[in-house]
């Protein structure tokens, strides 16, 4: 009784001290991929400061020199000589093609140039000036750049308000499919939902039911590890343009993210009420119907609503490669250097998703 008294503290000891040594080397590894990846990345915080100059320019825009101001005069100074060649041009080139005739190219523009110079030369100079004004401020504020302030004209909003509403309507059915498909399809990925529909604890039964989580779960993981973007490019080379392809890539995406949200929400579900329900001789349905989808019903509406939320702003991107909604237009306002407009569609997509996540917070508060 002794000896055994005498070697337990030893053992203990050693037992303490294992532990203590595998944390350490665990904090060691941890840190040593910390630092790893902090050099690999690059990140100095003093960047930012030394830059900061230039998120001022590029959110605000710069002052324009004196030079750069008088080359946008002479600019718009030519710029209604420009529009009205434009349109004599496209008159002749109609009169050509009712008559039948074949013009040259080269002759008709040097005859809309001469029609476009008498007519400039006629032109009111309150109505020259007022386009010339208007083309210069264009230049200017292309010139300057920055984001600030938004453009607000009421045309403007109004096309990006029409915009806006697409990319919500994606997101709504992008997020409905992916939570049609993803909640039957949790319950052969959860385990304890496999054991209800393939019970027994025979060789075949517990192999089918390793063998379906298996292939479910890695299935989900596929789906989910593609970025939203990737699969909008696939579907928009499959099926064209539009808010579909976008639809289709934001369902698949959330569907691969709910369906392993889903089925580790139902694999941490308290078994006694199952067992209860089972008892009554409750078949499959049954059970999942009154035991499983009551204790699981206010995590799938909160994953779900969490998902639409961030949908709305997966659907803005998705715009980018052609799959509709608002980011199709901030797209198109980015390549011209338009970043007023963007100024402005990005608000209204913030705006958007403030009251969106204002009227989820609600519906949560119902079931949960």
């Known amino acids: 009784m002794d000896v055994v008294e005498a070697k337990a503290p030893s053992r203990v000891g050693f037992s303490i001290s294992f532990q203590q040594v595998k944390k350490a080397l665990m904090l060691t590894g941890i840190l040593l991929v910390l630092g790893v990846t902090y050099v690999r990345t690059g990140i100095d915080p003093m960047k930012l400061w030394e830059k900061r100059h230039h998120a001022w320019t590029y ?60 007519r400039v030369a006629a032109m009111p100079e309150e109505e020259r000036r007022a386009l010339v004004d208007k083309e210069f401020q264009r230049l200017v504020t292309e010139k300057r750049g920055g984001f600030f302030p938004p453009q607000t004209s009421a045309s403007s909003v109004k096309a990006y308000a029409v915009s806006l509403f697409e990319t919500v309507a994606i997101a709504i059915w992008g997020s409905l499919l992916a939570v049609l498909w993803a909640l039957p399809v949790s319950f052969l990925a959860a385990r304890n939902t496999l054991e209800i529909f393939f019970p027994g604890e025979g060789w075949l039964y517990r192999t089918v039911r390793r063998t379906c989580q298996f292939t479910i779960r890695r299935f989900l993981d596929f789906c989910r590890g593609f970025n939203e973007f990737v699969m909008a490019l696939v579907f928009v080379a499959v099926i064209g343009l539009g808010p579909f392809a976008g639809i289709m890539a934001l369902a698949i995406h959330t569907f691969g993210i709910l369906g392993k949200v889903f089925s580790e929400a139902i694999e941490a579900i308290e078994p006694g009420q199952v067992e209860a329900v089972s008892a009554t001789g409750a078949g499959p349905l049954q059970v999942l119907s009154f035991a499983v989808m009551p204790q699981v019903m206010p995590l799938v509406v909160s994953y779900s609503l969490l998902r639409f939320e961030s949908n709305v702003r997966s659907a803005t991107i998705l715009g980018f490669c052609g799959a509709g909604g608002i980011g199709f237009l901030m797209f198109d306002k980015l390549s011209s250097y338009q970043y007023r407009d963007v100024a402005t569609m990005m608000a209204m997509v913030i705006l958007a998703v403030t009251i969106i996540d204002t009227l989820c917070a609600k519906l949560r508060r119902r079931f949960i």
Do not use: H, N, V
């Not at 959110?59 to 101001?69: A, I, N, S």
């Not at 009712?98 to 110079?117: F, H, Q, V, Y």
């Open 59 to 118: 959110l605000f825009g710069r002052e324009l020199t004196p030079d750069e101001l008088e080359t946008a005069r002479r600019q718009a100074e030519r710029m209604p000589q420009i529009i009205l060649t434009q349109e004599i041009l496209q008159e002749l080139k109609e009169k050509a093609r009712a008559s039948g005739r074949t013009a040259d190219p080269s002759a008709l523009s040097l005859e809309a140039k001469a029609l476009a110079e008498k």
